[in-house]
Nanobody, 124 residues
Framework: QVQLQESGGGLVQAGGSLRLSCAAS????????WGWFRQAPGKERELVSA????????VYADSVKGRFTMSRDNVKNELYLQMNSLKPEDTAVYYC?????????????????WGQGTQVTVSS
């Protein structure tokens, strides 16, 4: 069983930065896919960034390209999301997720394990 715990959310002004962390406990082989998703009130959960194994395979939503960067520390078993130049429309609950055998990493329903989420609020 895998457990995920996000941290690092908060309130920030537009143009500011935040770094989200996701600590994983349990066995998470390198073959697992990893993703960051977000959900704003009244909206569906959407992809922020995801990767199968290699940083070269990382994909980003068009809305965050050039501003957000996902990275992973395999030694600490942690996932990160560096968010720069934040905008009010980035306001949402952010979730990390992982799973095995995921073919399409952009689809949240394909993931097996989820964290409880961390709130990010960007004021204008």
């Amino acid at each position: 069983q895998v457990q995920l715990q996000e941290s690092g959310g908060g309130l920030v002004q537009a143009g500011g930065s935040l770094r989200l962390s996701c600590a994983a406990s349990g066995r998470t082989p390198s073959t697992y896919a990893w993703g960051w998703f977000r959900q704003a009130p009244g909206k569906e959960r959407e992809l922020v960034s995801a990767t199968h194994r290699s940083p070269h395979d990382t994909v980003y939503a068009d809305s965050v390209k050039g501003r957000f960067t996902m990275s992973r520390d395999n030694v600490k078993n942690e996932l990160y999301l560096q968010m720069n130049s934040l905008k009010p429309e980035d306001t949402a609950v952010y979730y990390c997720a992982t799973g095995y055998g995921i073919v399409e990493v952009t689809i949240p329903e394909h993931y097996d394990y989820w964290g409880q989420g961390t709130q990010v609020t960007v004021s204008s």
